[in-house]
T-cell receptor, first 114, second 113 residues
Framework: AQKITQTQPGMFVQEKEAVTLDCTYD???????LFWYKQPSSGEMIFLIY??????QNATEGRYSLNFQKARKSANLVISASQLGDSAMYFC???????????FGQGTTLQVKP | DTAVSQTPKYLVTQMGNDKSIKCEQN?????MYWYKQDSKKFLKIMFS???????INETVPNRFSPKSPDKAHLNLHINSLELGDSAVYFC????????????FGSGTRLTVV
């Protein structure tokens, strides 16, 4: 069965420092996609970054990068130079088997301290 | 111009009522979805439609009925509302079933009293 695990319910980071949010996944499907979403207190789901299972290089989008370690089945999100506006809940998610269905982790709440 | 728009944003209703949430996307995507986010913030898929055809129907009570009149619209009708239906419901769309390009609506907070 497909599963996403985020083991950090809450994280703190100092403004301007980098932070890593952990995500491990489980699937037997060779083709899958990994996503990170940000959900601020206002509630909307904001897409941050995507990594395909066959992508050779780690995905990057501005201050966001995805540390993809296929053998370890991990897809950690790295946020560089944290900003106060990064305080939010972050979800790791996965699609498999060409269904488009997103399977979400439990989420990690990130608080950026000034 | 909002890519995926849901209405209403907030919905407060009494137990036993029937209500609908509407969703429209102007991205030209083929696939649309409904997700439920519970009080613990856990997100789970409920339904998925591809070109008006139901392709995913998770174990959702049959009081919930999705309807897709065309590929740009996916509405969610809920009969005989219960307290446990209180949640945030998100509509989403994607260009295909690979999932890349997923776009979420802003959510509908349903409160059943």
């Amino acid at each position: 069965a497909q599963k996403i695990t985020q083991t950090q319910p809450g994280m703190f980071v100092q403004e301007k420092e980098a932070v890593t949010l952990d995500c491990t996944y489980d699937t037997s499907d060779p083709s899958y996609g990994l996503f990170w979403y940000k959900q601020p207190s206002s509630g909307e789901m904001i897409f941050l970054i995507y990594q395909g299972s066959y992508d050779q290089q780690n995905a990057t989008e501005g201050r966001y990068s995805l540390n993809f370690q296929k053998a370890r089945k991990s897809a950690n999100l790295v946020i560089s130079a944290s900003q106060l506006g990064d305080s939010a809940m972050y979800f790791c998610a996965m699609t498999t088997s060409n269904t488009g269905k997103l399977i979400f982790g439990q989420g990690t709440t990130l608080q950026v301290k000034p | 111009d909002t890519a995926v728009s849901q209405t209403p944003k907030y919905l407060v209703t009494q137990m036993g009522n029937d209500k609908s949430i509407k969703c429209e996307q102007n991205l030209g995507h083929d696939t649309m979805y409904w997700y439920k986010q519970d009080s613990k913030k856990f997100l789970k898929i409920m339904f998925s439609y591809n070109n008006k055809e139901l392709i995913i129907n998770e174990t959702v009570p049959n009081r919930f009925s999705p309807k897709s009149p065309d590929k740009a619209h996916l509405n969610l009708h809920i009969n005989s509302l219960e307290l446990g239906d209180s949640a945030v419901y998100f509509c989403a769309s994607s260009p295909d079933r690979e999932g890349y390009g997923y776009t979420f609506g802003s959510g509908t907070r349903l409160t059943v009293v």
